[in-house]
C-alpha cells in the first residue's frame, strides 16, 4: 500500500517483490548461522559467570579444573590485552574499548549478575561444564544497586570510583554513578513558560527491555599457529568484530580473519563483542578451534539489554495548541558501564516538532546491570513515550485531534533540528495526513475500546560502506555485500544492482563477503544498509555499465557517447554504424577481447541520509478481569522515501511494532532484593507471540524519495520502534480515564489505574 | 569565522563549560586545528569522535569540507544505531 | 557419562546415533547428525525455534530426550521440501516474505506443517493460537500468518480431485 503521491517512476525491478536471493536456504535449514558452524578438532568453550550483583574478586583458583582431563584451556580477564587507540565507533555511539574488555571479561570487579568472569575450553559440553565448577571465585561481596533514581543519590554504592561525571564544569569532587550529563537546547526556555496558555508536566518510566532476537549470541574461533586467525560468528559487523576483537586481544587487523554467518536478529544488540575475544584467546592458548555459545540465560543475563529510563518533562503551548517551550531531563541506565544512549534520546525527544525554545538533560547513569547495548534506534523510544503522552495531554486538553494538533507542530524541510541538522526531504506532515485519511483512523471504536496515536523519528545515517558488481562469463552479475543481511538485505542489493544494470532480478546474485574479501564496511545498524551500501552497489553497477558501454564503443568503433544503455543491451545511436545491438551476454562472453574481467568495487563514505518519520495507530480494549490489555487493530505508517522491496519495508514496520507493543505492554528487566534479575527466560520475560497481536497494516509514504540517492531510499528499520510506547499507552490512558505513565501497563498497573488494584 | 556550537558534554570538559564560541577557520581541517589551539585536546576530540553538522547538514567524517564565512559548526556526538 | 546407540527415522531414512547422559533431540539432531537447520532459541520449550514432527507430534526437540526417539519417526526442516521442491509452506513463506533473518522460520514451518496436516483450514485465529509457541521478533507475524493460511489454501487446492 503506497500512498497517493508518488511520483511517476518506471523502474523495473526497484519496487517489485522478488523473492530473496538467499530465500531457499533459510525455509531448508541450509543456511548456516553462528552455532550450526563446525570444525575438525572443535572445542566447546563455557563461560563462569558472576553469581552476584556487584563484588571484588579477591582470587580465581582454576588450578583443579585445568587438571581436569579433557580441559584444554582456561583464561580470564589477565588474558586480555587491550591495545592502544582510540575508542571504535559501534552500536549507538564510540565504544570504550577498556569498558568492551572488562564486560567481556572482568577485571577486579564484577558489576551484574552474569559477568563473564573465566571461560574454559574442553572435548565436550559435559567436560567444560564439570570444569567451570571446580573453578573456585572467592568474592568479596559488595553493595549493589539496580534502580537509575536510587543510582543518582547520595550514599549510592559507587560502582566505578574513578567516575566523575562528564559535562560538569567544574570536575565534581567526588565519583558517582552519572557517567555524563548532555546538556542541549535553545531559545528561551523561562519566558515561554511564563507566557504559555497551557503547560502540560509529567514524569514518566521505562522498564530495561532486551532485543530478543531468537539467535543466541555464537561463535567459533581458530587461532593458526603462525599468529593468523580466523573466526565465524554470527554479528551485525564482521568489520567490527575484527575491529574489537582485535583491539582486545593486542592483535593485527591482517591476522584475523572474521567470516560472516547468517544472523539470526540483531536489532543492535549485535553490534558489539561478548564470546569473539573470549572464544579466540582459549584457541591461542590450546592451538584448537573453540565453539562458543550462549545460553538463552546468559543471553539475558550478559547481554544487551536497552536502558531502563526515567524522563521529566514541561511542554508549554498556546491556548491553540502551539508549542512553544520544552523541558526534559532524561536519565538513562547504561548498565555496568557508561553508555547509556541518553544523548540520542536527546537529540530525538523533540525532532519530530518545531519547537523554538527548549531545554534537554540527559544522565547516563550506571548500576549493577548488565551493559546495554544498542536496540533499534538506541535511546529514542522512552523520549518518545514521555513526549507523545504529553502531546497527547495537550490534545486531551485542547480538545484537539491529536493528528491535527501534530500537524500543527510538525517539522518542516528548512526547520533546524536542536542537534544542528536542517530537516531535509522530511515527508512528516504527509504522513500524519496519510494516516488522517486511512480507513482504520476513521473507523468508529467498539464500546471498550480506544484508540492511540503517536509519532516517531530516526536520523538515519550513511557511513563507510563498500561493495563489488562482478559480471559474470554469462551475462549475469553478482553482488558482493559487505554487510551482514537480517532483514532481506541481500534482495535489496541485487535488485538495486539489476535496475542499474538492467538486468532481471534473477539474473543478479548477492554474497556477504568476509573482512578479507571486500573493503571495509560500518555495521549493519542505524538503518544505513540500503543507503550506504545500497549507493556503493548502484556506484559499482554504475561502472560496470560504463566499462560496458565503453567495451561496446570499441566493438563498433563508435564515439561512447553514441551507445546507449539500456535493459542490459547496449544499442549504438551512431546512425552511420549498421550493428546490431550487444547483449550483456555477449559482451560478458567476448570480455577478454575488449580488456578482460568486467567487474567494479566501490568502496564510500555515504552522505545525505535522510531521516524517517512514522505515525502509529493502535485499537485496543482491556479485560476488565484481569487487567489484560489487547491490542485489537495496528496500523504503522512511515516515511521511507522509496520502498526498494516493499514487503521488506513493511516488515520492518511491523516487526517494529510487534517490538514496541511488547515494551509498552509487557517486556522488562524484573530484578530481586539480591540485584538478581529474576526473569531471565522467555517464559518469564514475555515477547509478543502470534497470538497476542492483530494484523499490521501499513502505510509506506513515498511522497518524497531521498534524492541523495540513486533510487530514493531512507533508512526505515529503526523508526517503527519509536512510536508504539506511547500509541499503547495512550489508548490505555483513554481507556482507564488516567495517564499512564510507568512502562510495561501490566496487568497489575492497569487494575491499579482503573481503581481495581 | 566560524561559529561552533556544540551539544556534547565531552566538549564542555575541554571548553571549561563552553557550548559556543566562534574560531577562525576555512575548512574543517583549520577548524580542528584552530580547536585544538585554543583547547588542547578538543581538535583530536573531534577529530576521533565527533560527526559535524555543518550548515545543517551532517557529515560523519567531513575532514574535507569547506566552511564559509559565518558558517554554524555543530558538534555531536556520532550517531549509529541499533 | 554413558551412551546407547539410538535408532530412528529421520526424514524417511533409517539413522543410528550415540545418544545418552541429559542429551536431548535437540543436541542430538545438530551435534551427532549435523542436521543443523533445527535451531536452538532457549533450549527450555520456549521459543519453538527447535519444533520438529515425531510420530506425527510437535515437539520441542529441546525438551525430549535423545533416547526418546528410539523407532521413532522423526521429520525435520531438512525433510519438508520433496527431492527439491518446496513444499507449499516454503513457497508460500518466500512469496509473502514471512522471515525476516530466518532463525524462527525452520521452527515456524515445521509447527505450520503439523498444523495443516491436522487442520486443513484453519482461520486466523487457530493459526495464531496454534503457532503462539513459535516466537518470532523480527516479523511482528503478519506475513507469518498470512503464508500459512495462504498455504493451506494451496494445499487444499492440490488435494482437489481434478
Ligand atoms: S529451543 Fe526448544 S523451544 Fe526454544
Ligand atoms: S524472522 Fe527473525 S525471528 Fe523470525
Redesign the pocket.
Known sequence: MSDGNQPPVDFKVVGQRPIRPDGVDKVTGRAQFGADFHLPGMLTGRIKRSPHAHARIVSIDASAAEKLPGVKAIVTGVDLDVGAGGDIEAGEHAAAMKDVAANVLAGDKVFYQGHAVAAVAATSPEVAAEALDLIVVTYEILPHVIDVDEAMMPGAPVLHDDMYTKGVTPKPAKPSNVAQRHVMGRGDVKAAFASAGVVIEGRYTTAAVHQGYIEPHACVASWGADGQSTIWCSSQGQFLVRAMTARILNLPLSDLKVIPAEIGGGFGGKTTVYLEPVALALSRKCGRPVKLVMS?EEVFLASGPTSGASMDIKLAATKDGKITAAEMELRYQAGAFAGSPVNLGCMTAFACYDVENLALVGLDVVSNRPKVAAYRAPGAPMAAFAVESAIDDLARKLDMDPIDLRILNAVKDGAKTVYGATVRYSAFIETLEAVKAHPHYKAKLKPGQARGVAAGFWFNIGGESSAAVHVDEDGGATVVSSNPDIGGSRASMAMMAAETLGLPIERVRCTIADTTSIGFSGSTGGSRVTFATGMAVVEAAQKVVADLKRRAAQTWECDIAHVEWRDGVATCLDPSKNVKPLSMKVLASKSAKTGGPIAAEVSLNAQGAAAGYGVHVCDLEIDAETGRTTVVRYTAAQDVGRAIHPAYVEGQLQGGAAQGVGWALNEEYVYNKQGLLDNAS?LDYRMPVASDLPMIDTILVEAKPNPRHPYGAKGVGEVPIVPPLAAVSNAVSALVGKRMTALPLSPVSVLAAMGKG | MARVVSISSKVRDLTGGLDAFDVEAATVRGLIRALEAKFPGLGDLVENEMSLAIDGEIHQDAMLEPLSPGSEVVLIPRISGG | MSRTVVNAIVNGEPVAFLGGGGQSL?DALRDELRLTGT?????????????VIVDGRLV????MLAPEAEGKRIETIEGLADNGHLHPLQHQFLEQAALQCGFCTPGLLMASKALLDRNPDPTETEVRYWLA?NICRCTGYDKVVRAVMDAAADLRQEEKPR
Open positions: 538463552r522467555f | 535437540l535451531k536452538e532459541g532457549c533450549g527450555t520449550g520456549d521459543c519453538g525455534a527447535c519444533s520441542c526437540a529441546c525438551l509457541g
